[in-house]
Every structure is written in structure tokens, then in C-alpha cells.
């Protein structure tokens, strides 16, 4: 069998049992990453020379006999996580040339758990976007149709898992940028509850918002990755102290009794016929698995996108003011400094330009209260819906996405309907929830389509069980993609 064909699991079991070295499926995942991400573009940066160095130390460990959680696993991360030492652009060219000289908390958890980090991921310009076409460098392709998008913003890394060029990946999701790439490439994507993962050396987008995510080839991996970068860190004043939970130790399978609301808010005009069958054949499993079947009402869903259109834009201008060619990344230079912050700042794209402009007129003197003011007390009334749903159900199903991955190109001149690739996983990120996208089936172009489960706050084990056992009696996660060999078939 082919090496990069196993599962994080797999291969972490076959490591310990000595089958086989991480220098070995290190070599392996560059050799296929050199053959194949040509056409697909999901690294940004390569690191080779350190992984298969890092991949050597894991298997003296091995053979030492230590039982670290992912000791000698090869995984990807998203370029908007600080890399000690390693390039992190954000996707900008602002950022361009950035070296920073910490790890991200997640990285250090990841190094801490043995794991070998293969490189860094595409994506959106800050975050910025839903299929990566918004990166400064490149394009990521669908690994599934290289004529699509994979998603995004953390469109590189669920490409990199799906096509078997890393064995799970980390993202970030502020609106929906793991669940939504997951979907389009047919993993399982991981967003946890706001607070459960430090974001200490996570580039900011929109602080109230962000959140660091996992990509697994199935809930196991995917649950396995989470694991390891959860832990209270005192440099994020968000990060909830909470006691420590095994997650892998609750896939059971068992969902009997597990009451699973449908909001009605969330089939409406819009959605692709497929993507709504596959998605209700997908509860009626669940139904059958044992779980009871509960239509609930979102009211205010209608709201999110808007309410996420200020906040998230007015959190970004904020955070993308500290850009100014001083402390990080380029600086070009001009006549004095106002000229030479002014043309530094010529650096971001039009998608970062277009949400500080929005974000600043929403922020300033005399429309603060008519906008900004008002998306937070209708954040409230989302976030209170999602309480009042909690109290009737544990879990609530939803399509991912609207549709599945749309042609590159497609919409990358409205930016609207752009938006509304996320009109479904934006409501999480405003409340205090939790949520994942797992496959539940493939449309007539042979595309994924992604099932979300929400979960209250915390409750990050109730839906990676209930992701679990209805993974476990299904078989699409098993499919792979056929991947094209040169980057002349793009
Ligand atoms: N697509 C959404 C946006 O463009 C969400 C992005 C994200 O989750 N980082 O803002």
C-alpha cells in the first residue's frame, strides 16, 4: 500500500509498531507534494529540508520508545500561523518576506506532540475570502476539478488533505474558513468553540471572531489534530481555562437518544437541489442511527451575513492598521513617512482595501451607532438563538455551504455572492458555538458536499461523536480524488 495513503491514525499506529519511519512518509508526502501540487498550488512554502531533519529526530524518538500524540505524523499549516524562523505572509504581500521568531501556540503544541511540519498552506489574503483566489501568490485548485476553487480561506490546507499531501492540516475559520473548504474538498473541518484554542501568533482578522481549526481525512484524524492544540494559554486572554478532555476517548459511534434540530431558516431558495438531498438522506441517517429528529427556528439568521459584514471588516481595520511598512514585512519607501506608510500600504489587495474601508466607515464618528452599534445587538439576538436551540437540541444539522465548489473565476468579480459561500457557517462564529463539515455525498459533477453539525458552547465532543457514527456507516470519506500530474493540465 501506498504510504501517504493512510490516515493520520494509521500511519501514527504504524510509527509506534515500527512499520514503518516518519523519514520515510516525510519523503513520501514530498516526493507526491513535488509531483502533484503544481497543478493544485496548495503550499505556499515547502519545508523540506526541515521536515525530513524534524522527521529523522521523531524516529530516534520512536525507537527510544516515546508515545507522543503525534510523534513523526507530517502535517500542513495554514500561512497565516506564525512559523518560528519560516515565512508567514498571511497570503499578502505585505507580509511578503515576514520571518517571525515565535511559533504560534497551536505550532508549539504541534512540535511539542512530535509532529513534522511539512509547510505552509495558501490562502486568502488575511483570511479574507471563500476559495483562495484572494491570496496574493496563487490560486489553490480543487483536487476533486482542477477548474474549481477549493474553498476557503483555508483553502490550501483542506486541498493538501484531500489530496493526500499531508495527513491533516491546520486552519482558521472566522466565518467559516474550515468548514467551507472541508465541504468543497470533501474532509472533515473542525471549528472549535471561540476561546478553546489559543490564537496566540495567529495573524488577526477579526479578533472576536477568529478561531484555529483542524482538517482530518476523517473525524478521528480530524479529532485527533484538535486534541493535541487545545490547552488554556495565558498569553491569549480569551483562552478559556477548561479541564482537560480526551475527545478521541468519546467516538464511540453511539447517538441513540441525541436530539438533532433542523433549522428551518437554513433550506431555503438558493441552495443546490443536491447539496439539500444529500444533506437530508444525511439526517435521515442519523434518524436511523438512533438519534431523534427535532425541527428547530435560527429567527434571526437572516441577520448574519450583514451583522458579520460590519463586525468582522470594523474588527479587521483595527487589526490591519499596524501594516505601516515599520514593524513587519516591506516597506517602500518615499518622500516622508505619511508617503511611505501610504504606499507601503498600496501592498494589500483589493479585498483587505475593500473591508478597511467598510470596517472604518462603520467604526467612525456619526455611523458607529447606526452600524456598528447595531450588528452587535443583532449578534445578540443570533447568539441568543443559538442558546434557546441548545436548550431543545444537542446537535444542529445544516447544509455547509450552499453549493459545492464553484468554477475558479466564477465569482471573484461580486463580491456578494462571494459572501454568501458562507451564509450557513457565519452564524457560528457570531454566538459561542462550535461546528464541523463532514462528506456526506457527491453531486452529478462528482463534487463533495459537506453535512455541518453545531454544537453548543464546549460541546466540541458531542458533535465529533455524532460526525463519527454517521461517518461510520457511511463510506464517502473513503473516495479519493484523482489528481492530475502536471501543472499543464490546469
Ligand atoms: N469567507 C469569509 C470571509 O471572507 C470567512 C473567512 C474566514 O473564516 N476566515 O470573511
Given amino acids: 500500500m501506498d504510504i501517504t495513503d493512510l490516515t493520520l491514525i494509521e500511519l501514527r499506529d504504524a510509527l509506534r509498531a515500527g512499520a514503518t519511519s516518519s523519514f520515510v512518509a516525510t519523503q513520501a508526502m514530498i516526493d507526491r507534494i513535488v509531483t502533484y501540487d503544481n497543478a493544485l498550488c496548495s503550499y505556499l512554502n515547502l519545508t523540506d529540508q526541515d521536515a525530513l531533519q524534524q522527521a529523522s529526530d521523531a524516529d530516534s524518538r520512536l525507537a527510544d520508545g516515546e508515545e507522543l500524540p ?28 515576514f520571518i517571525p521568531p515565535y511559533d504560534a501556540f497551536v505550532v508549539e503544541k504541534l512540535k511539542e506532540a512530535g509532529a513534522v511540519i511539512l509547510g505552509k498552506t495558501n490562502t486568502d489574503e488575511f483570511a479574507m475570502g471563500s476559495s483562495t483566489e484572494n491570496s496574493a501568490y496563487v490560486t489553490t485548485h480543487n483536487p476533486w476539478d482542477v477548474s474549481r476553487v477549493p474553498g476557503g480561506s483555508s483553502g490550501g490546507s483542506a486541498a493538501a488533505v484531500a489530496a493526500r499531501l499531508a495527513y491533516g492540516a491546520l486552519g482558521t475559520d472566522t ?15 473542525l471549528r472549535p468553540t471561540y476561546g478553546r484554542v489559543s490564537r496566540w501568533g495567529v495573524i488577526a482578522f477579526a479578533s472576536s471572531l477568529d478561531q484555529v481549526g483542524t482538517f482530518g481525512r476523517n473525524v478521528a484524524d480530524c479529532t ?6 487545545t490547552g488554556h494559554d495565558r498569553r491569549d486572554s480569551t483562552s478559556l481555562d477548561v479541564p482537560y478532555e480526551n475527545f478521541e476517548a468519546v467516538l464511540t459511534g453511539d447517538v441513540a437518544g441525541l436530539r438533532v434540530g433542523i433549522p428551518q431558516e437554513y433550506f431555503i431558495a438558493g441552495i443546490e437541489p443536491e447539496v439539500e438531498a444529500a444533506v437530508r438522506t444525511a439526517i435521515d441517517k442519523l434518524a436511523e442511527l438512533g438519534a431523534e429528529i427535532v425541527e428547530i427556528s435560527l429567527p434571526h439568521t437572516e441577520y448574519a451575513l450583514p451583522v458579520y459584514y460590519l463586525i468582522a471588516p470594523a474588527e479587521a481595520s483595527a487589526n490591519l492598521a499596524r501594516y505601516d511598512g515599520v514593524r513587519y514585512g516591506p516597506r517602500l519607501k518615499a518622500d516622508d513617512m505619511i508617503a511611505t506608510v501610504k504606499k507601503t500600504r498600496s501592498l494589500f489587495g483589493a479585498e483587505p482595501k475593500r473591508r478597511i474601508m467598510l470596517g472604518t466607515y462603520a ?59 458562507d451564509i450557513f457557517t457565519l452564524s457560528l462564529n457570531l454566538s459561542a458555538s462550535c461546528g464541523l463539515s463532514l462528506p ?47 501543472s499543464s493540465e490546469q
Avoid at 468548514?179 to 468543497?184: G, L
Avoid at 485527533?224 to 492544540?229: G, H, N, R
Avoid at 447595531?374 to 444539522?397: G, M
Fill in 440 to 486: 456526506c455525498g457527491f453531486d452529478s459533477n462528482g463534487l463533495p458536499i459537506g453535512l455541518q453539525l453545531i454544537g453548543d458552547t464546549l460541546q466540541e465532543a458531542t458533535i465529533l461523536n455524532a460526525a463519527y457514527a454517521y461517518e461510520q456507516a457511511t463510506d464517502w470519506h473513503e473516495r479519493a480524488p484523482v489528481l492530475p500530474e502536471s
Fill in 224 to 229: 485527533a489534530l484538535f486534541q493535541v492544540i
Fill in 363 to 421: 467604526l467612525s464618528a456619526g455611523y458607529y451607532d447606526a452600524y456598528y452599534g447595531r450588528a452587535l445587538k443583532a449578534r445578540t439576538l443570533i447568539k441568543n438563538d443559538f442558546k434557546r436551540a441548545f436548550e431543545q437540541v444537542d446537535v444542529i444539522a445544516t447544509p455547509t455551504s450552499p453549493t459545492t465548489a464553484f468554477k475558479i473565476g466564477a465569482k471573484v468579480d461580486d463580491p456578494l455572492s462571494m459572501y454568501l459561500s
Fill in 70 to 97: 503525534l510523534l513523526g505524523v507530517p502535517i500542513a499549516v495554514k500561512d497565516i500561523i506564525c512559523t518560528s524562523g519560516v515565512e508567514t505572509t498571511a497570503g499578502s504581500k505585505i507580509l511578503e518576506g
Fill in 175 to 189: 466565518g467559516g474558513s474550515v468548514r467551507q473548504p472541508a465541504s468543497f474538498c470533501g474532509v472533515v473541518g
